[in-house]
């Protein structure tokens, strides 16, 4: 009893603010007063929120500074494409049961790669394990190799450009630079209608909350305390015998589902997918939501990616150009002035005595120079919790 009464008054924030997603906005929206579009904007930033919640996991609680995360979510995001697309069938534009960038690249048959595309349960547990199996991939020689710090995330970002290069072109039948769009229908729902946009948006919402919560759990669990041990002093932690690998492994498959998710739910509200959304920027962009939100809190992250990407609708619509500019200044600022982001801000304005205590992402250090009392509290708690 009272663990459930320390859960809400501890989580009172997130589940108003869950209830205002899930119920407030929707009928606002079938009331008239939220308009269709700025629904369907909302839904695009939680899916960039998911995104956000896995970089929080890797980059806040465990300190892999990973820079492909764009790509996974481009790849849960085009194995749900290639399904909607097959499912236009004749409807496009050129009338042919191929794709319509197949009919200018002059290709005769479908290939083989985009058949279990047909079948939308296949194609959304591919969607999900195809970005998984890839992280695991490489994550496993990575990590097995101890790489980390910047090298690993200077090859991460070798990966993103690498597979930004590969799906520009035409020759990977994936639409090339032009990507996937022109989508019609998800299980046979049109997905130009009001009501179909709402439930997308109520999908995501409710996608986003459940994560939240069991990404909270997973940080409280004994396994989270080994991931925050290996940000502290992945040394001493590996020294006691832990299997380090393994635990860095897992949040970095963690890290990639997240992402996936979030790509399976954009890609129906907006309609289109390109290798743009996937490069070296994109995931630039992902880490600066999560460092103006603040890294290691779970919420801040959330609150990084909708605010950045207000941001950015405001600032493209009225006054094109400057968003790069706008973008940089703030990721500065947030290094130098605040760089617990705007949720350690808020703790302080809160509680400014206890935001004068030291903590292991507090003023710009890198985690390997955090106190060195905080580090043998959670190597402590980990290997008293773990064992």
Known sequence: MKTSESFFRRERTALVLSALAVIAVPSLNALGIVSDNNLNLLGRYFCFALAALGIDLIWGYTGILSLCQALFFCLGGYCIGMHMLLKTGTQSVYGSALPDFMVWNQVKSLPLFWEPFRHFPVALALALAVPVLFALLFGFFAFRSRIKGVY??????????????????????????????????????????????????????????????????????????????????????????????????????????????????????????????????????????????????????????????????????????????????????????FPQGAMGALAKLRFPRAARKPSAVANGKSVAHAPEAESETAIAAAAQEGR
């Not at 690993?152 to 072109?169: D, P, V």
């Not at 299980?187 to 409710?206: D, I, S, W």
């Open 152 to 337: 690993l995330s200077i090859i991460t970002q070798a990966l993103a450009l690498a597979m930004w290069l590969i799906f520009l072109r035409n020759e990977t039948m994936l639409g090339g630079t032009n990507g996937l769009t022109d989508f019609k229908t998800l299980l046979g729902l049109e997905l130009a209608r009001p009501g179909v946009k709402r439930g997308l948006y109520m999908l995501t919402a409710a996608a986003l909350i459940v994560s939240y919560f069991a990404a909270r759990y997973l940080v409280s669990s004994k396994a989270g305390k080994v991931l925050v041990a290996i940000r502290d002093s992945e040394h001493r932690l590996r020294f006691t015998g832990f299997p380090v690998t393994r635990y860095k492994l897992f949040a970095f498959c963690m890290a990639a589902l997240l992402a996936a998710i979030g790509g399976i739910l954009y890609v129906p509200q907006t309609g289109i997918i390109t290798p743009g959304r996937m490069d070296v920027k994109s995931s630039l962009e992902m880490i600066v939501w999560v460092a103006v939100g603040g890294r290691g809190t779970l919420g801040g992250p959330i609150l990084g990616a909708i605010g950045t990407s207000l941001a950015y609708t405001w600032l493209t619509s009225k006054f094109p150009g400057t968003w790069l500019y706008f973008l940089g200044f703030l990721f500065i600022t947030v290094v130098l002035f």
